[in-house]
């Protein structure tokens, strides 16, 4: 059902029915069995809420709790579906962590920039004859969180990553109940459990980093390929500023970004125009409360309908064209966000590795872009943009060929 009225709600959205449902502010309010939902399809009343301590929280649903010990104290530990203070401590932790290694800047612009090497390597392989997009753009995703936790990566090659890729992709479908106790229990012997408790939320924080990137910035990635091959002109635009500001013989870097607004501005669009997420992340009503005149009850579940503010002509003129220069001011400087755009979220529970994704995403597509020209097969006509649902997901068909050809 929860599917079939986002299908609704992104219809809505193209057929230009916002000026109509922003009036509301509040969509519909859904029952599935026992829960209540609130879609929220206006943009400032999603931001004004969400950044009220009382729309922090996430779901305590039994589903998400996944590990025996987040049943037994009945809290869920990790960053994504965590709350209180959990959360805060984990939230801060992560952030903290990724700022001394380097995030934004050069040093871990050194790991990424491996992995992008490879990848570039591994596309030249692709150039003989129309191919779908390979799996590596999610194994060089991953291999910068492996470096970053363990020090250590994998060849773009090894099957081993295939394994951990689809055994995340499992978790994240079904939400199977593990525990590390389980797996080794004389540990509880020999470990406080204080400590024990420390090493398993430290083991849910990874987890759910391997998660964001699986699922988020490599999908991205693979997303952005498919906008360029349907949209050639762009592509080229993107290619021709890249030849302007990068000597041929290297890789485009965080010291050209300056100079590469539109591409930027091009990788910002494809989250606008496409909301990957259709809707945002649940979020929680901690107590009940009284907003705009609504009576919201404590356990409420209130999600905003990313695509309905992407949507939205009050902040997006023309909202269906593909127009990167949306996100460039007069002096063609890119700005990041604007009102309506919601991309990583929003308040409180905003994504804290924004930064670090929006930095893979531009060292990747950029060397992607520097090096390969995207198209659709000669004989298979145009390469589509439409939608389809993959779980919560909105993308395009990723078992699309491509006929990629290495620039000069």
Known sequence: ?????????????KAGFCSVLKSLKLL???????????????????????????????????SIKVLEGERRQNKVSGIVFSNGNPWIYNRRFLVHHLQNLGMGKSKIEGLIMREVEGLVEEFKGLTKEPSILPKAIHFAVANVIWQLVSSHRFSLKDEKVQLIRKKLGEISKSFPPFSFIDFYPVVKYFIPRPVLNYIIGLMKIMLDMFRASNSSTARIIRLFLVYMSSLQEIQ????????KVVPRDS???????????????????VLRHSSVL?????RCAAKDVRLEGYDIPKGTAVISLEAFSHSDPTYFETPNEFNPSRFLDGNGKYFPTCDGFQAFGLGKRQCPGEQFARMELYLMISALMQNFT?????????????????????IPDMEQKFKIRLRN
């Open 251 to 269: 890789l485009p870097g965080l010291e050209h970004r300056n100079e590469l607004t539109y591409l930027d501005a091009t990788i910002n669009e």
């Open 1 to 13: 059902m929860k599917l079939y009225f986002l299908l609704i709600a992104q219809s809505c959205c």
């Open 28 to 62: 519909i309010n859904v029952k599935y069995g026992t829960m209540n939902f609130v879609y929220l399809c206006d943009f400032k009343t999603a931001k004004e809420w969400f950044s009220k301590p009382e729309f922090a929280d996430r779901p305590s649903w039994e």
């Open 374 to 394: 995207f198209a659709p097969p000669d004989d298979e006509g145009q390469m589509s943009i439409a939608p389809s649902l993959e779980r919560s997901f909105q």
């Open 278 to 282: 259709p809707i945002g992340v649940l």
């Open 236 to 243: 080229e635009r993107i290619q021709k500023e890249i030849d």
